[in-house]
Each structure stands twice: as structure tokens, then as C-alpha cells.
Nanobody, 124 residues
Framework: QVQLVESGGGSVQAGGSLSLSCAYS????????IGWFRQAPGKERDFVAA????????YLTDDVKGRFTISRDNVKNTMYLQMNSLKPEDTAVYYC?????????????????WGQGTQVTVSS
């Protein structure tokens, strides 16, 4: 089992920044990639970003490219999502997820472990 715990959510005005963290623990040796998804009220859960366990590959959805950065520190067992130039449409619950396959994926059903989520609210 892998445990994921998000932190760092909050409220910010448009144009501001927030940094999310995801602390991971447990049987992490089988993880290929870890990532972030978000779900706005009344909408489906959408992929935001992912990074391979080695840190060599990252992938971000077009909506956040140039504004968000994903990184991880395997010494601290923590993944980060730095969010800059936030927009009201970034408002959502952000989830951390881990994937044990052998490819980087944007599909939520291919992720095996999930955190509880953290709320991000961006006001105009």
C-alpha cells in the first residue's frame, strides 16, 4: 500500500501563487509515476501534471503549461506542484495520485493510489 497526503491548498486572488505538496509513504518501490488531478464542482476529475519516479519525465496539461511546475524530492518523499498566475478556473479540489504501470498516463482510472485532496480557491 502507498499513502499519499496533500497539503498547501488555500485561497488566493487571481494572479497569485500557491504551492501544493504531496507526502508519500509505504510500498513506493513499484511506483512508476506520481501526479496531480483536480476536480471542480459539478465537473469530472481532470489530469493536471505527472512526473516519473526517476524525475526524468514530466507532463503537464496544456491549460497549466507555463504556469504550473511539478517536481519531486525522493529524499523527502514529497511531490510538489508550484502554481503561478492562478486563474479562477483553477479553482478545484486537487488530488495527488500514484501509478504503478510502466508508462506515464493522464487517465485517472490508471492511477492506483489517491490522496484525500486539498481545496484550491482562486477569486477574481
Amino acid at each position: 500500500q502507498v499513502q499519499l497526503v496533500e497539503s498547501g491548498g488555500g485561497s488566493v486572488q487571481a494572479g497569485g501563487s500557491l504551492s501544493l505538496s504531496c507526502a508519500y509513504s509505504g510500498r513506493t518501490f513499484g511506483i512508476y509515476a506520481i501526479g496531480w488531478f483536480r476536480q471542480a464542482p459539478g465537473k469530472e476529475r481532470d489530469f493536471v501534471a505527472a512526473i516519473t519516479w526517476s524525475g526524468g519525465d514530466t507532463y503537464l496539461t496544456d491549460d497549466v503549461k507555463g504556469r504550473f511546475t511539478i517536481s519531486r524530492d525522493n529524499v523527502k518523499n514529497t511531490m510538489y506542484l508550484q502554481m503561478n498566475s492562478l486563474k479562477p478556473e483553477d479553482t478545484a479540489v486537487y488530488y495527488c495520485a500514484a501509478h504503478t504501470g510502466t508508462w506515464i498516463t493522464t487517465l485517472d482510472y490508471e492511477y492506483d493510489y489517491w490522496g484525500q485532496g486539498t481545496q484550491v480557491t482562486v477569486s477574481s
